[in-house]
Every structure is written in C-alpha cells, then in structure tokens.
C-alpha cells in the first residue's frame, strides 16, 4: 500500500499550487487583462486600482476586463507603455515582486501557440496573472542493475525566491524569442556546467502546468519538462552561483523528499510528473493517482 | 517544422473531445447530480425532466442540483432504486444509449479516491455525466535499432461502438469492485490472447481524462494508461471477438494516421499521449505541445 502520509501531503502540495481554482481564491474579483479583446491574465483588485493612475495605457475597468488603451496598436507601443507604467510601480512600497525587478522580458499572448502582442518584465507578470512559460530539466541516472538515481540542485541562500531549497537539475524562464531548447541547453550550461552536447540530449516529455496566488499576486506558469538521462561519471558542477550543491540521490529517497518542505513546490511536481511517467507510482496502490495526474495539468 | 494540418487535426480532436468545457455545450443548463450533498455528475436538461416522473427516487431539483432522496441513504438501496428506474426509461425509445445496456456495474463517486456510494449500469452513466474509468494499454516494441512500432487493434464491424475503428493493443472499463492492472490483465487476455505473465508487466505511465457531449448525454472519463513493451516475437491474437485484426506499425505512421478519422477518438488521445511521453514531438516544433498536454488532461 501506498504511504498516506505522503500521499496526502502530495496532494496538498498540488491543491497548493492550483490555489486560484480553489473556492476563496481572488479569482471571482479578479479582472480579465485584455489585448485587442483577448485574454491574457487575471488582473487582482488591488492591482486594478492601482492601475486607475494610468488612464492613458489602461482603460477603465469594462465588463469584467481591463483593457491595453486600443491607442496602443502595436507590440512596441503595448510594451514601451506598460514599462513606462511598472517603472513609476516601482516606487510603490507594497508592490513587493517589483523589488525582484530582473530586466527579462516575457512574451505576453492568450496562449503559447499564438503571436506574443507584448513583451513584459518577469517580475510584473504576477500582477497581471500573465501566464509564464518555463524550461525543468529531470537530470537523472540508470545504474547497470537498473536501479534510477536522480540529481537534483541546492538553490543559493541568496537566490530571490526559494532561497536554500531543492531545485531540478536546471531549470529557467523562457524569455521573449528565446526558443524551448535553446533555453535548456543555456540553463544547464549556466546552472551545472553541463556541455551543450551533454544538454542537446534532453528529451520533451511532458509540461506541467499550474496557476497559484499568494500576496504578490497571481502566477499562471507552465513548465516545459524534459529528461536527461546522464553517464553514471558525469558530475554537474556549481556555475553561475544560482546553485550551492549537487546531489546524486537514489529515486526512493527523491520520492520521499516530496513530502518534506525542503523542495521549490514547482520543482516537486516536476520531479512527480517523473515519478509517474517513470512508473514509481502504482495505479492501484496509490488512490489519488488520477488527482495526481490532473493536478500537474490544470490550465481551464 | 511540424506538418500544420497534423497539428490542426489533432488540436480538432481534443477539442472534440472536451466540447463540454467549450462554449455552447449543455454545461451551463445541466444541474448537478448530488448524492448526500456531493457532485458526482451532470445532468442534461431532458433527462432532469424524465427523472422528474420519479420523485420516490429523485428530489425534485434545488439549488441547481437533483439529489437522490434522503431515504436512500446506503450503497445498496441507492443502486438498487436508481437501477428499477433505469430498467423503467429502458422502454424510452429516445434514450438511445440504453438500447446498449451491457449489464455492467460500474461505482459512482466524487473521486476516484473517494469510497463508491452506489452503483449504476455502464450504459446509462452518460444520462447522469456520471465519471467513468477504464484501462489503456499501449502495446509496442522496439528494434534492435532503436525504432519504435507500436501494435494497434481494429475493432470488429459489429461493435455497439466505433465499430470498425483503430483502438489501442486493448483496453476496458473498471466496473465496480475490480482492481486496474486486473482489469488490464483481463482485457489483455480476452481482446488479445496475451498471456497474464506478459500482461502483467505493463507499467502505469499516465492518465488521460475528457469530457465531451454529445445527443446520447455527458461523458466525463478519465483513463488509466499502461505501456507494454513487448517482445519483437510476440503477436497479439483475436480473442473474444471485440477485435477484428491487430497491425504492428512504424510510430511514424500511427502518428500519422492520428489526424486521419480512422481512430476512436479517446484511443487517439492514448496515443498522442504516448507520442509526447516518449519524446516523438518536439517543443519547439510542434506549436500546440502545451495545449496538446492540456488537452489530454482536462477535468476541472
């Protein structure tokens, strides 16, 4: 039988992660952020008012939307217009994800398949609840006798987010016109010192997909996933500093560190997906496989 | 570049597949079928109006729900009283999906995790939009070379259902009180001769989950998938008749052949799910990759 424990605490980390979806969430007062009459995020209330300073880029809350002014009819104007806006936020003590101000753009369209229509700064995205796009690298090992190891990343005690706790191999942000695998090649590059022919060996698998809310806003990301399967002597190696230590774990003992608190919550679905993908998960012995499987995918 | 009428066909048939979520469905007139206070389905308008002819069995609708009367308060007598009314609307020659009453219980619950509070006839769970599951069993191999075939089934001409169609190396509902991999190594058995030993050493690697509508009613299922890597020696062989021939084919051409209208439709989506898993798409190619992983996956 499966460990009820971990089972349930498996299962609030994914109820945790799709908070929006859950009753109580801001979600029922947010506003639909509209470009050219299509969405593209869930503005929160407070976010609004703010936004009422700024007539002349946002227009006045309509229907259950706020709307780019149809003046700004293209990706530069949209793009340049709303920085404008985020640099004066800046200044605004409680925004606090704008201290995280990073210089990345991210692409902005209603979904990934369609023509992005502006790009905005990845620390303003969860004000908007603009959906983010993501690269995870499952980095992991199969020894002769069959057995799988994983290695998973440290993150900095002086990273921004997650300071101190586990990470995926690499893992990064896609930023506007960088492609899905160019992005992995980088990141693994940066993160571990991986050799781009090394990184190039990845494999598409899956995406994770997931929207929370928490003070600073709303975040809607969905994560391309891949596997590397690495030679056993390989040791990825701190890089540029966004990593402390690399550890090279046996996957029962990766399985059971799910349900500690030591994991980036995001990173911890990553690594389920694997875990279910890889059949270190029993359909019948663990009941909420389904639940499981549906909280990694929630996007309606 | 991926091939874009592939891409739209497969987009299409997801879409299909989930027209329930979209607008101009039912949803929104459906009323929630309730036992003891919780969701365990949708009701279509006509239907509501047909149970109205049985206020012994159901409360009449409140607070956009039908409930089943409070003095079926068990298991049993909730199954048994449901089941007189069924074998009643039976004769109602516009329930056309009763006409293929297969005398199969299967457990109606909130979720999969959550113990059954009674039972209903297969045939009749899509008046209810009551959830169904089932077992997918994706059977291949691969060559010395590396090259992947995957083996496919064609239904027999005189199934009830998608007769004649393409359909995964076998697959089956769970009725109640029947485990999945027994179930797995049943349908194994039966549809294609393989043997239990083999049978059972399919590994659990997913779910995939759907709801679409169509004249006959709701159907919400989620399914069970296995993948059975099979010997390059091994032929799958008629059974019980349910199947009409099996044809091992190169990867390349059951992909293919997902965008042709020669596959039952959820069997389709167990087969892109196998094609995403095992890295036959690209990220970066193919544009709809994430919506195609949601698609697969949608149950809120």
New interface residues.
């Given amino acids: 039988m499966a460990n009820t424990y971990w089972s349930e605490k498996t299962l609030q980390l994914l109820r945790r992660m799709n908070n929006f979806?859950l009753p109580g969430s801001c979600r029922p007062n947010c506003l639909r952020f509209e470009i050219d009459g299509a969405q593209v995020g869930w503005i929160p209330p407070r976010v609004v008012l703010l936004l009422a300073r700024f007539p002349e880029v946002f227009s006045p809350p309509h229907g259950g939307a706020v709307s780019l002014c149809p003046i700004l009819n293209s990706y530069g104007r949209r793009s340049e217009a709303v920085d404008t806006v985020l640099q004066t936020l800046r200044q605004d003590e409680s925004l606090t994800c704008l201290k995280g101000w990073r210089d990345e753009k991210y692409s902005v369209m209603p979904?990934?398949?369609d023509a992005p229509l502006m790009w905005m700064e990845r620390a303003a995205t969860s004000l908007f609840g603009v959906k983010r796009?993501g690269v995870h690298i499952n980095g992991y090992t199969v020894s002769d006798s069959g057995e799988v190891s994983m290695w998973l990343a440290r993150r900095s005690p002086s990273k921004q987010t997650y300071p101190g706790l586990l990470d995926n191999l690499a893992a990064g942000g896609l930023a506007a016109g960088v492609?899905?695998?160019q992005t992995l090649v980088k990141e693994c590059q940066e993160e571990a010192c991986i050799p781009a022919a090394t990184a190039e060996k990845a494999?598409?698998?899956?995406?994770v997909?997931y929207t929370y809310e928490d003070e600073e806003g709303v975040f809607a990301e969905?994560q391309?996933v891949?596997d590397l399967k690495l030679p056993l002597d390989f040791q990825p190696t701190v890089g540029d500093g966004e990593v402390q230590e690399f550890y090279l774990l046996p996957i029962e003992e990766v399985k059971e560190m799910l349900a500690s608190d030591d994991f980036k919550p995001n990173c911890a679905m990553v690594v389920l997906d694997f875990l279910?993908?890889?059949?270190f998960?029993?359909?019948?012995t663990e009941?909420?496989?389904?639940?499981f499987?549906?909280g990694?995918?929630?996007?309606?």
């Fill in positions: 979806y979904k990934f398949s796009y492609g899905i695998k494999r598409p698998v899956s995406t997909s969905s391309f891949f279910i993908r890889h059949s998960i029993e359909a019948d009941p909420y496989y389904q639940e499987v549906e990694l995918h929630q996007t309606l």
